[in-house]
């Protein structure tokens, strides 16, 4: 069996080291750190948590690369809801906008509400 080592266990070493055993080859991982994880670990201080993955959530969209790699080594733990709306704010006479992470529902939107500003929009 062919051996190789990874440098760092943060999500790209500890995803190195699953492919490469997934591909028939021997590996090891060396961290400098006392913990794997990388940017991706949470730490305490005090009554409070950290979560430095949080902001990797963004890159699980089904279909994402991060998303295909979690579902590869068997890391996804079950499936993310991704809601359609970011916010919705209602004013005072009941008129409504939607902010939609989806861009292209996010202009339709904002040109329902404003079509005279359909052109910059």
Known sequence: MSKIAIIGS???????????RMNGLESVILEKADKPGGLCTSWGKGDYIFDGCIRHLA?????TPLNNMWK???AMPSDIYFPEELVKAV??????LTVFYD???????M????????KPI
């Open 103 to 109: 861009l292209e529902k996010l202009e339709a939107e």
């Open 72 to 74: 590869d080594i068997g």
């Open 91 to 96: 004013d005072e006479k009941g008129n409504e």
């Open 111 to 118: 040109k329902r509400i404003s079509p005279e500003d359909s």
């Open 59 to 63: 890159g699980l969209k089904p279909g």
């Open 10 to 20: 943060g999500i790209g070493g500890l995803a190195a080291g699953c492919y490469a």
